[in-house]
Structures are given as structure tokens and as C-alpha cells.
């Protein structure tokens, strides 16, 4: 190690975390905020009906998820809406990007009243393009209803 003239310094250089840890907290919470907007239908947990075979649904642009939980409540992200509340979102999507479809993700305990309601509101908002989420049914998973 090289020593120079008048380096009488005898203090050891050390590390300091506090900014480090700073600046970690920051990105853990602005991943935790973001994984929301990103992936759609992690906000609201459902029960999806089962599928035995896959359909062609083709989303365009941008997809927005309506969430049908079993009681019949219409969601968006976490935020419960009454019918007019999703028209009036629906078409303020619409206004912003014309290209967009909708996907319902519903509970399979859901009534078929609520399932329509929601389309419904799709179809007054201008909206063509709608599809029904659904997990693929398991071959030997036969369900009694």
C-alpha cells in the first residue's frame, strides 16, 4: 500500500447502509404498487367457473378486468361500482384508447343476473369486445353441479 506525505489520516473509511436501505424500501414499495396495475385480477380473489375447451377470445389493445364476486358486487380493482359507475367507466376507457376490450372475471357462485348486468354495462358503453375468464377443467375433475 502507498503512503503519502502527510496522510496522517488513521480513521478507516466505513460503509454507511442507512441511504442504501433507503433507497431498497423505496423500490420494494414501488414494485408492491405497481404488480397491482400490472397484473390484472390479482386485487380481487374468484372462483372462476371451468372450461372443457379453450375459446379464441383475441383482446385488442388494452384489457380491462370487471370483477363479479359471488354475492353479486361488481368490482374494478378493489373499487365496488353500481351499474351507472361502470357505464360511466366503461366509457371514459373508451374515450381514452377505442381499441379495448373487457374481461369479467366472475365467480362461479355468482347469479347469472349480475353476469348480465355487467354485460349489460359493457354493451352501453360501446364496448364489442367482452370475455368471460375460466379456468380449464381437469380431465377425472368432475364437478356435482
Known amino acids: 500500500m502507498f503512503k503519502f506525505k502527510g496522510d496522517n489520516c488513521e480513521e478507516k473509511p466505513e460503509l454507511i447502509i442507512i441511504p442504501m436501505v433507503d433507497v431498497m424500501l423505496f423500490l420494494l414499495a414501488f414494485f408492491v404498487l405497481i404488480a397491482g396495475s400490472i397484473i390484472p385480477g390479482l386485487a380481487m ?5 371451468e372450461t372443457v375447451s379453450k375459446a379464441n377470445f383475441k383482446p385488442k389493445k388494452r384489457v380491462i378486468t370487471v370483477t363479479v364476486k359471488r354475492d353479486g358486487s361488481i368490482y374494478y ?10 357505464v360511466r367507466l366503461l366509457k371514459s376507457f373508451k374515450k381514452q ?4 376490450s373487457v374481461a369479467i372475471d366472475a365467480d362461479r ?14 354493451q352501453k358503453a360501446g364496448i364489442n369486445s367482452v370475455g368471460l375468464l375460466a379456468k380449464e377443467k381437469r380431465e377425472g375433475n368432475e364437478s356435482s353441479r
Open 109 to 122: 357462485d355468482a347469479s347469472v343476473q349480475a353476469l348480465v348486468t355487467v354485460l349489460d354495462a359493457v
Open 97 to 100: 384508447t377505442p381499441n379495448i
Open 77 to 86: 380493482r378493489d373499487k365496488r361500482l353500481t351499474f351507472n359507475e361502470l
Open 45 to 49: 380473489k374468484t372462483n372462476p367457473p
